[in-house]
């Protein structure tokens, strides 16, 4: 499993021991902070936008002054006791995800990534919406921002969604009725194996690791290129790259306090101010950019 490695490798390489200060639950992410001043931000994607849970809630109450590393093992364990697909497992793993983003900050420089063969860039310069060949075929997992941006360059461009639906558009003129999005093809998730293996280049979502489908969708993708990209992906890759990821396009809190202001009082709108307190970063294989 991609977290519980991660998890691993931080407990053995992780020389500070620093303990979770605060939990944030958003409508749309989530926020761990350590009391090193250190952050981690992850989608949440359960159905709703109200957490109204009161046994999650007794469970969380007392891990703020806990060890960050003691508190992702706790949550991987309640997780697993917990129905799959249920709103408290989407929550809690969200929690985790964030809590091994900012767990796994002091490793997130060029002198760690270097020894395992992976470099670093800071900046947009190198973003995945930038690392598309013109002409070619390309799936997206996730209608994200960057699909009209990713469309423009590609010849074909489709997105997988578990429910299409919900993304499409429709536009009334004296002429006709016309429906979109026409930039991509929307497709359902559940066929979405079939256009991994027409696409030259895959993107990935990052949370996918909170629905917990990115091991599988990864084995649908083995000789193509993949990118993981979006801020939930911004904890220690080297188990993503094990599994055939190219590049993880991700970001970094760099204000904390100000990211604590954003998701308590933006609600479902808080992405949108993410760049007033991250930055951009770039993680590949190294010569693989």
Do not use: W
């Not at 429906?179 to 996918?208: K, L, R």
Request: aromatic letters at 6%.
């Amino acid at each position: 499993m991609i977290l519980q490695e991660v998890i691993d490798h931080l407990h053995g390489n992780l020389k500070d021991r620093p303990q979770l200060e605060k939990i944030v639950i958003n409508s749309g992410f989530s926020g761990m902070l350590l009391n090193n001043g250190a952050m981690g931000i992850a989608m949440n994607i359960r159905s709703g936008g109200l957490f109204n849970d009161r046994v999650i809630e007794k469970f969380l109450a007392d891990k703020p002054g806990q060890q960050g590393i003691d508190v992702a093992r706790m949550l991987e364990e309640k997780i697993a006791q917990l129905p799959p697909e249920s709103n408290s497992t989407l929550v809690l793993r969200s929690l985790l995800v964030a809590l091994l983003n900012a767990l796994s900050r002091p490793l997130l420089n060029q002198e760690h990534l270097d020894s395992e063969g992976y470099e670093l860039f800071v900046g947009a310069e190198k973003h995945a919406s930038q690392q598309v060949n013109e002409g070619e075929t390309v799936t997206i997992v996730g209608f994200g921002g960057m699909v009209r941006n990713v469309a423009k360059i590609a010849g074909k461009t489709y997105v997988s969604e578990l429910e299409p639906d919900l993304f499409k558009s429709t536009i009334f003129s004296k002429q006709e009725v016309e429906y979109g999005p026409q930039c991509a093809q929307v497709v359902s998730a559940g066929t979405a194996s079939s256009y991994f293996q027409t696409s030259d280049t895959i993107f990935i979502t990052g949370c996918a690791l909170v629905s917990n489908t990115m091991e599988e969708i990864l084995a649908q993708c083995q000789g193509r290129r993949v990118i993981i990209y979006g801020h939930t992906a911004g904890l220690y890759p080297g188990p993503l790259f094990k599994r055939g990821v190219s590049i993880v396009s991700t970001g970094r809190v760099t204000d904390s306090p100000l990211m604590v202001d954003l998701l308590t009082n933006c609600a479902g709108a808080v992405e949108r101010f993410f760049p007033q307190a991250t930055e951009d970063v770039q993680i590949c294989q190294r010569c693989k950019l």
